[in-house]
C-alpha cells in the first residue's frame, strides 16, 4: 500500500503523541471532562457505586469510557487488533489497517486539516470526468479508484455489496460509491455528475463521473466543461463496443463535447477486458482502438500527443493501480500511476479572477460551488458576480471539502458567499474581480461547425447554447460567411444555409444576457455547444463581442 503511506504516516504521528498523554493521565483529563459534575467525579475515581443518582453516573461513565477504548484501539490498530470495536466486525484487521486509518482521516473533520496543510500548495489539483456510453462501467472504475486509494473503505464496500445482491445487481456494487442517490442505484444509470476526491503522490484529483444517457448530456456537459483531463471509457465487450460508437451511440458525442470543453489530454480505458468474450485479447483491444483513432483525430485530438488508450477492468480492478499479470502484452503504467506522471497544467495565477458557478444553495448564507478558472482568490476578498453586478464579500473557502484561506486556479471550491441571496444566481454567472470584470453581452459572432444535423441550417434557427457552465436559448441571426475547411478561406458572399460538416462565422443572439469571453482572450469561456431536439449539432468559438444598440 505504498501511495497510501504518505497520508497516515503524520496521522500516527499526531496520534501517538495523543495517545501517550490520554495514557499518562487519563485521571486528570476525566477530572477535566467533568467538573460540572460532582457527584461524578468520585465514582469514577473511586470505582464503587454508593447510592442511586450515582450509579447512573456510573453508567455514563462507563460508557464514556467505552467511548474512549475505541477511539483508541482505532487510534492505534496495530496495537489492538483483535479487540472489539469496529476492527472486529470488519473481519479482516490486518488487511483494513491502511483503510481504517485513511477512514478515521475521511470521517472526522477536525484532525484532517493539519495534515493536509503543508502539502496543499505542492500538490497540484486535476479534475477527471469520466466520459462513455451507457453501462461502459464509468461509476464502477470510479468506485473502484476510490477503493484503491483507500477513499472507500472495504466494510462500506462489503455494505453496498449485500445491498446490491439483494436487488441482484452484484456488479453494480463499486459504482454505488459514486451513485449516491437511490434512483441512480436502482436504475444503474448516472443522472447527475457524481464528485469524488482521491490523492496520489503528487497530485490531488476529483472524479467527476458523467451520466453516460443520451437524456443527460446537458449534466455532462457541465461536468466536462470543469475538467482538465478526460477518460474516454470503452466497453470492450464483444456487441457493447460496437452499439456506444455507432451513430446515436454516446461515445462519439462525449468524446467531441469533450474537446469542446476544452479538455487538452484524453486517455481511453477499454474497460470490461475480463469479460469471457473478450479474455484480455490483444485483438480486441486493436479492433476498438482501430475504429476510435480516426474519429478522435476528427474532433481535434492529436493520436500521438494527446491521447493514451489502456486496458483494464473496472470490477476487478485490474491495470488500475497494479500491473496485471493477465496482460502481458501492454507494458505501459498503469492508471493510477499514469495519471501520477502527467506533466503538470500551466494556469494563470495572476491572471484576472474568473469562477464560473456550477451550482448554489443556502447553508447559512449562499454557497456556491465552481471551479476556480484563472486568478486567486482569498477570504475576506471583495468580488463582483456578473453579469447582474452584485458586489459580494467571500466569507469561507472550502476547498475539496478542506477549509482554506486562499485558493489557487484549477481548484475545485465552495464559497459562502456575503451581500447576495441565493435566489439571485444561476448556473453560468462569474465571480469576477472588481477591476478587471468579464465581459456580458447577448449578440456575439462565432465560429461554428455544424457536426451532426440532418437539414440545413437558416438564419432564425434556435437551439441551446452551453458555454462554460452556462445554459441559455440562443438564436442564429444572421450567417456571415463560409469557411473552407482545408485553407481557412472565408466566402465573399453571404450563404443562405449551412449544412452538415460546413464551417461557417455566424452572429448569434442570446435570449438573455449571458458571460463570455472571446476564445482568443479566455479559452475556458469562450468555446460552446450547440444543441437542440437532445443531439449536440454543432461546436463553436466565440470570436468576437457584438456591442448592444441602446
Known amino acids: 500500500m505504498d501511495p497510501q503511506d504518505t497520508a497516515p504516516d503524520s496521522w500516527e504521528q499526531e496520534d501517538d503523541v495523543e495517545a501517550q498523554a490520554v495514557d499518562a493521565e487519563p485521571q486528570s483529563s476525566f477530572a477535566g471532562l467533568n467538573v460540572n459534575a460532582p457527584e461524578f467525579v468520585p465514582t469514577f475515581l473511586l470505582g464503587g457505586p454508593s447510592v442511586n443518582p450515582v450509579s447512573d453516573a456510573v453508567e455514563n461513565g462507563e460508557t464514556d469510557a467505552g467511548a474512549e477504548e475505541t477511539w483508541e484501539e482505532k487510534v492505534k490498530p496495530d496495537e489492538e487488533e483483535p479487540g472489539g470495536g469496529c476492527l472486529a466486525e470488519s473481519g479482516g484487521p490486518e488487511l483494513d489497517e491502511g483503510q481504517e486509518e485513511l477512514e478515521e482521516e475521511e470521517e472526522l473533520p477536525t484532525p484532517k486539516p493539519p495534515p493536509a496543510k503543508p502539502d496543499a500548495p505542492k500538490k497540484e489539483h486535476v479534475n477527471v470526468v469520466f466520459i462513455g456510453h451507457v453501462d461502459a462501467g464509468k461509476s464502477t472504475i470510479g468506485g473502484q479508484i476510490m477503493y484503491l486509494t483507500g477513499m472507500v473503505e472495504k466494510r462500506t464496500l462489503e455494505k453496498y455489496e449485500k445491498e446490491a445482491k439483494e436487488k441482484n445487481r452484484e456488479t453494480w456494487y463499486l459504482s454505488w460509491a459514486l451513485d449516491t442517490n437511490q434512483e441512480e442505484r436502482d436504475k444503474g444509470k448516472t443522472v447527475e455528475v457524481g464528485r469524488a476526491y482521491f490523492e496520489t503522490e503528487k497530485k490531488h484529483f476529483t472524479i467527476l463521473d458523467a451520466p453516460g444517457h443520451k437524456s443527460f448530456v446537458p449534466n455532462m456537459i457541465g461536468g466536462a466543461s470543469q475538467a482538465d483531463l478526460a477518460v474516454l471509457v470503452i466497453s470492450g465487450r464483444k456487441g457493447e463496443f460496437e452499439t456506444g460508437f455507432e451513430k446515436g451511440g454516446q461515445t462519439r458525442e462525449h468524446a467531441m463535447l469533450a474537446k469542446t470543453a476544452g479538455v487538452k489530454h484524453l486517455i481511453v480505458l477499454i474497460n470490461k477486458m475480463d469479460d469471457p468474450t473478450v479474455n484480455w485479447s490483444l485483438e480486441r483491444y486493436e479492433e476498438c482502438k482501430e475504429k476510435l483513432v480516426p474519429f478522435l483525430k476528427k474532433v481535434g485530438f492529436n493520436p500521438k500527443k494527446d491521447i493514451h488508450f489502456m486496458p483494464c477492468s473496472g470490477l476487478t480492478g485490474a491495470n488500475l493501480k497494479e500491473p496485471c499479470e493477465l496482460c502481458p502484452w501492454y507494458t505501459g503504467l498503469p492508471f493510477i500511476p499514469h495519471l501520477d506522471s502527467l506533466p503538470n497544467f500551466n494556469r494563470s495565477v495572476d491572471g484576472p479572477v474568473r469562477l464560473p458557478i456550477v ?27 456578473m453579469p447582474n453586478r452584485h458586489t459580494v464579500e467571500v466569507l469561507s473557502l472550502l476547498s475539496d471539502d478542506i477549509e482554506t484561506d486562499d485558493a489557487m486556479p484549477g481548484e475545485n471550491l465552495k464559497l459562502r458567499l456575503k451581500g447576495i441571496e441565493e435566489e439571485e444566481i444561476l448556473p453560468g454567472f462569474i465571480l469576477c474581480n472588481a477591476e478587471n470584470l468579464c465581459h456580458t453581452g447577448r449578440t456575439f459572432d462565432a465560429q461554428i461547425v455544424i457536426i451532426e444535423h440532418k437539414s440545413i441550417i437558416c438564419p432564425g434557427y434556435n437551439a441551446v447554447l452551453h458555454i462554460h457552465t452556462c445554459i441559455e436559448e440562443v438564436q442564429i441571426t444572421a450567417l456571415i460567411c463560409l469557411v473552407d475547411k482545408k485553407s481557412g478561406e472565408k466566402s465573399k458572399t453571404r450563404p443562405r444555409f449551412v449544412k452538415q460538416d460546413q464551417v461557417c462565422i455566424a452572429r448569434l443572439r442570446a435570449a438573455g444576457t449571458i458571460c463570455l469571453e472571446t476564445f482568443k482572450d479566455f479559452p475556458q469561456m469562450g468555446r460552446f455547444t450547440l444543441r437542440d431536439e437532445g443531439k449536440t449539432i454543432a461546436i463553436g468559438k466565440v470570436l468576437k463581442l457584438v456591442p448592444e444598440k441602446d
Do not use: F, N, R
Open 359 to 385: 451550482d448554489k444553495y443556502k447553508d447559512m448564507g449562499t454557497v456556491i460551488l465552481g471551479k476556480l478558472e484563472s486568478g486567486c482568490i482569498c477570504k475576506a476578498q471583495q468580488l463582483v458576480m
